[in-house]
């Protein structure tokens, strides 16, 4: 990780506003669609990350209370799953020995995720919103020379990125030549 560099801001002007070029992808070639994507993702990284975290906050602030209330449900229904998954013999168990405690924990918890659902949907809504945002940006936006020569660097491993890591991650490497 010590070798990771963050990617430069890029200007208002390259991102979007007159140098930025946008043209609608070629649907019938989703292998070169697929590139565009990749390519400007690590390219704006820096400006992706930051219109998500603003777009994400924007929503927190407006509807702080539903934020709050659907990160703890879906933290909460997390914990649960990996409990209950981890630890089968004692769910089975506890149920068992106290059948009237487990129905009253079922009902509860229905009822509060129903009662949360609004906000489950808000904080899910947080976090999507901006990732919708960073597609459509991804897919329709043009790519530069300047773009094409930063992506040829990080491909030969001149230089690491956290959007690097992450597409690595999720075995979206390319080679060096596309």
Known sequence: MADVQVAPIRTLNDFMMESARFQTPNIKDPEKWANRVLNNLLYYQTNYFLTAMIV?????????????????????????????????????????????????????TGYVLVYLIGAVIVFMFGIAFPLLLILLHASLRMRNVKNKITNKMEYIGLKRTPMGIILEGLGQEQEAGS
């Open 56 to 108: 994400f906050l924007l929503i927190g602030i407006i509807h702080p209370v539903k934020m709050v209330c659907g990160f703890a449900a879906i933290a909460v229904a997390f914990g649960a799953f990996v409990y209950c998954t981890n630890s089968q013999f004692t769910a089975r168990r506890f149920k068992r020995d106290h059948p009237l405690i487990s129905i009253i924990i079922v009902l509860a």
